[in-house]
C-alpha cells in the first residue's frame, strides 16, 4: 500500500533509516524522528530527493511521553491520519551483570522499553478510534531467547515482545495490526556504539567482533527492510530475519535446554577471551 504516513523513531540510521527510506521508496509520508536531530535532518533531505514519497525531520527523544504524544497529535493534524509507527529507537548495552551500573540498566530500560510504551500509548487509542493503523515495535532475536552478557538488553526486548503480543491480541479486535521485529545481528552502527554515553565494558568494546564470530556475515539493513516490509504487508505477528535468526528462534522454542546448554557454552568462552 502506497501513500501512507509514518512516523519511524530512531529513523536517522541504522534500522531506521533503511526502514524510512524503504517506506518513501514505495511512495509513503515519513516523519524520521530521532534524538539526533541534525542527522534525522540530513536523513529525510536524502529519502526526500530519492522520492517518490516526502520524508520529513522530527527531533524527539523517546524518554519524553509529552514530546511523544505532541508528535503523534501533529501527524494527525498536517496529514489527517497516522498509519503506521514503528517504535524503533533503541540502545544496545552489553558487560556483565556485576559490572554493570543502576545507570545501564535506567537507560536501557527507558530508551528501549519505556520508548516503546510512549510511542503505542500516544499512537494506539487514536489508531483504535479510527479502526485503522499499525503498529510496529522493534525488538531483536535477544527478546526471544537468552544472550549472556547483555542482561539489560534482553530483558527490555524480552518485554517489548511480550507487550507487542498482548497488544496484538487486543488490537484485531479494533482493526489495529501490531507486529515485533525481531533481527539477528544487523550492519549498523548499533554495534558501535554500546553503551553509549555510560561506562563502558570488553562486552560493550567487543560488540562487533562479538557478532561477527557468532553470526558470520552481518545482514544487510535495506534487505532487512525489505523483509519488514514484506512481514507488514503480511500483518506478520513476530518479524524473525535474517534467515539464521529464524533457525535460532525455532531451535530455542523446540530444543530450549539444548540451545540453552550452547549458550551457556558459548557465554563462557566469550567470558574468558574478554577477561572476565
Do not use: F
Amino acid at each position: 500500500m502506497a501513500d501512507r504516513v509514518a512516523i519511524v523513531t530512531g529513523g536517522a540510521s541504522g534500522i531506521g533509516r533503511a526502514l524510512a527510506g524503504a517506506l518513501t521508496a514505495r511512495g509513503d509520508t515519513v516523519i524520521v524522528a530521532d534524538v539526533a536531530g541534525v542527522q534525522a535532518k540530513v536523513a529525510a533531505e536524502e529519502l526526500t530527493e530519492r522520492g517518490p514519497g516526502i520524508a520529513v525531520a522530527a527531533e524527539l527523544d523517546v524518554r519524553d511521553p509529552t514530546a511523544v504524544e505532541t508528535l503523534v497529535a501533529a501527524a494527525y493534524d498536517d496529514y489527517g491520519r497516522l498509519d503506521l509507527i514503528v517504535n524503533n529507537a533503541g540502545i544496545a548495552v552489553g558487560g556483565a551483570v556485576d559490572e554493570l551500573t543502576l545507570e545501564h540498566w535506567n537507560r536501557t530500560i527507558d530508551v528501549n522499553l519505556r520508548g516503546v510504551v510512549h510511542g503505542v500509548h500516544a499512537a494506539y487509542p487514536r489508531m483504535k478510534e479510527r479502526r485503522s493503523g499499525q503498529i510496529l515495535n522493534t525488538a531483536s532475536l535477544a527478546g526471544l531467547t537468552e544472550a549472556p552478557m547483555m542482561a539489560p538488553y534482553v530483558a527490555t526486548k524480552h518485554a517489548v515482545v511480550g507487550l507487542t503480543l498482548s497488544l496484538r491480541a487486543e488490537a484485531a479486535r479494533h482493526g489495529v495490526k501490531v507486529s515485533v521485529l525481531c533481527p539477528g545481528y544487523v550492519d549498523t552502527p548499533l554495534l558501535d556504539r554500546v553503551n553509549p554515553d555510560l561506562p563502558q565494558t570488553e562486552a560493550g568494546r567487543s560488540a562487533r567482533a562479538t557478532a561477527v564470530r557468532i553470526q558470520r556475515r552481518l545482514y544487510p539493513p535495506g534487505d532487512l527492510a525489505r523483509d519488514v516490509l514484506r512481514g507488514l504487508d503480511r500483518n506478520t505477528a513476530v518479524i524473525v530475519t535474517p534467515t539464521t535468526a529464524r533457525i535460532a528462534w525455532y531451535a530455542n522454542r523446540y530444543l530450549p535446554g539444548m540451545v540453552r546448554w550452547l549458550i551457556t557454552a558459548a557465554g563462557s568462552r566469550q567470558a574468558r577471551r574478554m577477561g572476565y
